[in-house]
């Protein structure tokens, strides 16, 4: 899929259907929240979260009083939502609309969270290219936590394709620069009551950038 088309598909995705109106939806990212404590974040800790689209995630962590929190993700519709839920708390968030496989990291972090994002990338030079932004925007030592549709998810979200994963086969993708620390098991369930197998995995970035 095209930049372009990409922009295009979760632009309407996000004016069309209110935030618990799709299948991702989440009340309260506790999984996600588990793991990024459980790396040893603290609230200096500069996380990013790719394709955070409308997650309640960002409400979260300026809850918890995180102090350098990015949201990136190609579609400015799904980061107004989650502005606008904020309200004047949006101010603390940094937000960055473009696409992943073309970003340019004009700095670094030591979280990189993604839930759902990554496995939209079919193409093999869309998987290295967004590689090659993790390792320019990750810290040595820093940790990358990735979920994405586990081997018995489905094979579809918004009406296109995904890849599934597990562990084993993200860490193959993220190369060996990435050593993975934990992995989970996550069974989501939708708005409308159907149940979704995820995978979340932890990897440290154990090479020298
Ligand atoms: C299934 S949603 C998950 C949203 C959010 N992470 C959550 O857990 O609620 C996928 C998100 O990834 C974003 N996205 C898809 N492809 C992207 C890309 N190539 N670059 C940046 N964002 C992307 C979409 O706009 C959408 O917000």
């Known amino acids: ?8 598909h979760w632009q309407d995705v996000y004016s069309k259907k209110a935030e618990n109106e799709v299948s991702w939806f989440q009340e ?7 793991l990024i404590m459980q790396v040893g974040a603290t609230r200096a800790s500069p996380i990013i979260d790719i394709g955070g689209g409308a997650s309640r995630l960002v409400d979260d962590l300026i809850d918890k009083g995180f102090e350098d929190v990015t949201v990136l993700d190609v579609s400015e519709a799904a980061l ?6 904020l309200g004047d708390r949006a101010a603390k ?3 960055i609309v473009t696409d992943i496989t073309t970003w340019e990291p004009s700095r670094t972090y030591e979280i990189w969270h993604d ?15 967004y590689v090659k932004r993790l390792k320019q925007a990750l810290k040595a030592g820093g940790h990358a936590i990735i979920a994405t549709f586990a081997l018995d998810g489905p ?3 918004s009406g296109l394709p995904v890849v599934r994963y597990d562990a084993e086969g993200l860490g193959r993708i993220l190369g060996p620069a990435f050593q993975l620390t934990d992995r989970r098991q996550h069974r989501h369930a939708t708005p409308w009551g159907a149940e979704q197998s995820f995978q979340f995995s932890v990897f440290r970035r154990t090479d020298t950038p």
């Open 1 to 8: 899929m095209q930049s372009e088309d990409r922009h295009a």
């Open 93 to 95: 968030v940094d937000w």
């Open 155 to 157: 094979e579809r979200c």
């Open 80 to 85: 107004q939502v989650a502005r606008s839920r």
């Open 28 to 34: 309260n990212p506790a999984p996600s929240i588990e």
């Open 115 to 129: 839930r759902a994002a990554f496995h939209f990338l079919t193409g093999e030079n869309d998987r290295a290219a």
